[in-house]
């Protein structure tokens, strides 16, 4: 017999690191239990406010009616929801036992703080590869803190996100910063102006490449190989069903583009998860997974090595059940 229950989390976390304005001081979610006999499988589906085009609401609706097919023994078709057709689709891997258990548990580390404690942390890391928000404050700013980190950290990759904030000019007065020698210790830029098309240019210009992330969720995107365009960066919550997602990243290697797994901001439940995908499907890229340290705590599962407290089902509230 198929059982299977909607549970809702609220975990009070800070989020000005990567959201900057749109901050939130809580995330709000789902996790959904599936349950086959002895067997069972959980997912996450959590909308992120400002990112996601379904909401909390129209999600748990949507999560319910396909719910209620499948314990009925129906197969339902994928929701139209990423968020919802994700955390669907991952529990129902978990309980067929097709998603593996090795995750790659290193990510990019998120910079954050003053730059004398980003220094020594980074210099602690086994895997250097840091990713720095940048195009918050002044170009300049971004592009001597960058350079410098590069330079004196000699095997540290850097992965920058602008999140289209730069006009050409600005990119450009960034990448000035930049000695030519150390660009290519630049995995990657995301989306560094408003247009991909200006974001393409600047990579022509200066030979530091890019990623796309906002632009594989804009209709119409077609990835193609593109000059200059080193990676696709893909947040599963917000792209759909474990299918989709493996069609993108098949679609980005025929192309000769790298694919990275990132977080949207997940609950350890939903964050592991996607640890494990990434080795699964992107074993030879560090993922950026390095949110689950602006949460208060983890839900369900932990993260190796994580000092976070780890909270049970009393910290959920259940919402359906059938
Ligand atoms: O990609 C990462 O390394 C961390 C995740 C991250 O930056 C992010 C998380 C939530 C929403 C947007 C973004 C972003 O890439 O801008
Ligand atoms: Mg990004």
Same mark, same amino acid.
């Given at each position: 017999?198929?059982?299977?229950?909607?549970?809702?989390?609220?975990?009070?976390?800070?989020? $000005?690191?990567?959201?900057?304005?749109?901050?939130?001081?809580?995330?709000?979610?789902?996790?959904?239990?599936?349950?086959?006999?002895?067997?069972?499988? *959980?997912?996450?589906?959590?909308?992120?406010? $400002?990112?996601?085009?379904?909401?909390?609401?129209?999600?748990?609706?949507? %999560?319910?009616? *396909?719910?209620?097919?499948?314990?009925?023994?129906?197969?339902?078709?994928?929701?139209?929801?990423?968020?919802?057709?994700?955390?669907?689709?991952?529990?129902?891997?978990?309980?067929?036992?097709?998603?593996?258990?090795?995750?790659?548990?290193?990510?990019?580390?998120?910079?954050?703080?003053?730059?004398?404690?980003?220094?020594?942390?980074?210099?602690?890391?086994?895997?250097?590869?840091?990713?720095?928000?940048?195009?918050?404050?002044?170009?300049?700013?971004?592009?001597?803190?960058?350079?410098?980190?590069?330079? %004196?950290?000699?095997?540290?990759?850097?992965?920058?996100?602008?999140?289209?904030? *730069?006009?050409?000019?600005?990119?450009?007065?960034?990448?000035?910063?930049?000695?030519?020698?150390?660009?290519?210790?630049?995995?990657?830029?995301?989306?560094?102006?408003?247009?991909?098309?200006?974001?393409?240019?600047?990579?022509?210009?200066?030979?530091?490449?890019?990623? *796309?992330?906002?632009?594989?969720?804009?209709?119409?995107?077609?990835?193609?190989?593109?000059?200059?365009?080193?990676?696709?960066?893909?947040?599963?919550?917000?792209?759909?069903?474990?299918?989709?997602?493996?069609?993108?990243?098949?679609?980005?290697?025929?192309?000769?583009?790298?694919?990275?797994?990132?977080?949207?901001?997940?609950?350890?439940?939903?964050?592991?998860?996607?640890?494990?995908? %990434?080795?699964?499907?992107?074993?030879?890229?560090?993922? $950026?997974?390095?949110?689950?340290?602006?949460?208060?705590?983890?839900?369900?599962?932990?993260?190796? $090595?994580?000092?976070?407290?780890?909270?049970?089902?009393?910290?959920?509230?259940?919402?359906?059940?059938?």
């Amino acid at each position: 017999m198929r059982q299977a229950t909607l549970w809702r989390y609220a975990i009070p976390m800070e989020t $000005g690191v990567v959201l900057r304005e749109a901050r939130l001081h809580q995330r709000e979610g789902l996790l959904v239990e599936l349950r086959v006999g002895d067997r069972h499988g *959980w997912g996450e589906i959590a909308p992120l406010p $400002g990112f996601s085009r379904e909401d909390l609401c129209s999600a748990r609706q949507d %999560a319910r009616d *396909w719910l209620s097919l499948w314990c009925k023994g129906g197969t339902p078709n994928d929701s139209g929801l990423p968020s919802v057709a994700f955390g669907l689709s991952c529990a129902l891997a978990e309980l067929e036992q097709t998603l593996p258990q090795a995750g790659s548990w290193h990510s990019a580390a998120l910079c954050t703080g003053d730059p004398d404690e980003l220094f020594e942390r980074l210099q602690a890391l086994p895997q250097p590869v840091a990713k720095m928000k940048v195009g918050q404050y002044e170009a300049a700013r971004d592009g001597m803190l960058a350079g410098l980190l590069l330079e %004196a950290l000699p095997d540290l990759r850097l992965r920058l996100d602008a999140n289209r904030r *730069w006009t050409p000019e600005k990119a450009l007065q960034f990448a000035r910063y930049i000695a030519p020698t150390l660009r290519s210790r630049i995995d990657f830029i995301e989306e560094p102006c408003q247009c991909p098309d200006d974001s393409r240019q600047f990579a022509d210009e200066t030979g530091i490449t890019i990623a *796309w992330d906002e632009s594989l969720r804009e209709e119409p995107f077609c990835l193609q190989a593109q000059p200059g365009v080193a990676a696709i960066v893909i947040k599963p919550t917000l792209t759909g069903s474990l299918t989709r997602i493996k069609q993108q990243i098949e679609a980005a290697r025929q192309y000769g583009v790298r694919t990275i797994i990132s977080s949207a901001l997940e609950s350890s439940l939903g964050l592991t998860q996607l640890a494990r995908l %990434a080795h699964w499907l992107t074993a030879d890229e560090v993922p $950026g997974l390095d949110t689950l340290n602006l949460m208060q705590y983890q839900l369900l599962r932990a993260w190796p $090595g994580s000092p976070l407290p780890l909270k049970d089902k009393e910290w959920l509230t259940r919402e359906w059940q059938s």
